[in-house]
């Protein structure tokens, strides 16, 4: 504040009237504050500011955002898919280091024989469950690395992205599940 005070002083000093016609303007007259202090216990400064912090809104102000744009925006669906893949992981390896402990049969041979004996509609089902967030984790990653490169901000670009987002998942997941 002191530098731009020093410049603009500096500035009115030096500056000619016909040169610069918007110094006038500025060298009208200065804007003073008087400023009054008041000494006050620790306890009455605390409540003081806690009286200023019940006015602050949330950060970020909920009120800003609109429910229809982020209710299922794909931010979430990737922090979503995220938490999926990395739960389904932490919850298999887990189980895999406590299977000797527990006397479960974790191997490899045994997971696949058990996993051949399901239904064809149940062996979808697991395999799309964990194929469709895979499939929308890294295709939503692509387009993350779009935006990066700072396209694709427009409105319908946007909403457009968002449909082949979700249909390319979609796709993805049914064939990882069906297709392979």
């Known amino acids: 504040m002191i ?3 020093v410049g603009i002083a500096a500035l009115r000093r030096g500056a000619r009237p016909s040169l610069f016609p918007f110094i ?4 009208g007259g200065m804007q003073a504050r008087p400023v009054a202090t008041a000494k006050i216990s ?7 500011l806690v ?6 809104p949330v ?3 909920l009120g800003i955002y609109k429910i229809e744009q982020t209710w299922l925006g794909h931010s979430a669906w990737t922090r979503i898919t995220g938490c999926t893949l990395s739960a389904a992981a932490y919850v298999y390896f887990g189980a895999y280091l406590v299977a ?3 006397g479960w049969h974790l191997e490899t041979a045994s997971l696949a024989s058990a996993f051949a004996a399901l239904p064809f509609a149940v062996k979808g089902g697991v395999k799309f469950f964990l194929g469709f967030p895979f499939a929308y984790h890294f295709i939503n990653g692509l387009r993350h690395l779009w935006f990066d490169l700072g396209k694709g901000f427009a409105k ?3 909403k457009r992205g968002e449909m ?3 249909t390319s998942s979609i796709l993805s997941g049914l064939y990882l599940a069906f297709g392979l």
């Open 164 to 166: 082949v987002l979700w």
């Open 42 to 48: 620790q306890d009455d400064g605390h409540q003081i």
């Open 51 to 56: 009286k200023q912090r019940l006015q602050r």
């Open 59 to 61: 950060s970020p102000n």
């Open 3 to 5: 530098a731009q005070r």
């Open 156 to 158: 319908p670009s946007i």
């Open 24 to 27: 006038k303007v500025a060298t």
């Open 100 to 102: 000797p402990l527990a």
